[in-house]
């Protein structure tokens, strides 16, 4: 089975930044589209970002366009969160996620299309 073990999170003021990790285990992480995913109290998980096998493309949700980046290094099995100019609404704990596709497709915003799943990691961000 793919075991994926998110890291990073934490509390940080508004404005400040945050820098989430997912190690993998498996032998197939390097032909595997990945994303992360974030859910609040009371609400529904909802998407961030998603990249493909190789890294060459990525997309993001309209609230992380233009703060968060999503990157991957295929030889240390890892996929990383970059978040800059937090907000008290990123809140959420965050998850790493594993598709046994390489290529993102139509649906990369919806958790159904991949098929393991990290623990979480906290990120609070104080206003």
């Known amino acids: 089975q793919v075991q994926l073990v998110e890291s990073g999170g934490g509390l940080v003021q508004a404005g400040g930044s945050l820098r989430l990790s997912c190690a993998a285990s498996g032998r197939t992480f390097s032909s595997y589209a990945m994303g992360w995913f974030r859910q609040a109290p009371g609400k529904e998980r909802e998407f961030v970002a998603a990249?493909?096998?190789?890294?060459?493309?990525?997309n993001y949700a309209d609230s992380a366009n233009g703060r968060f980046t999503i990157a991957r290094d295929n030889a240390k099995k890892t996929v990383l969160l970059q978040m800059n100019s937090l907000k008290p609404e990123d809140t959420a704990v965050y998850y790493c996620a594993a598709r046994t596709t390489g290529t993102i497709g139509a649906y990369y915003y919806a958790s159904a299309q991949y098929a393991y799943w990290g623990q979480g990691t906290q990120v609070t961000v104080s206003s």
């Open positions: 990249i493909n096998w190789s890294g060459s493309v990525r």
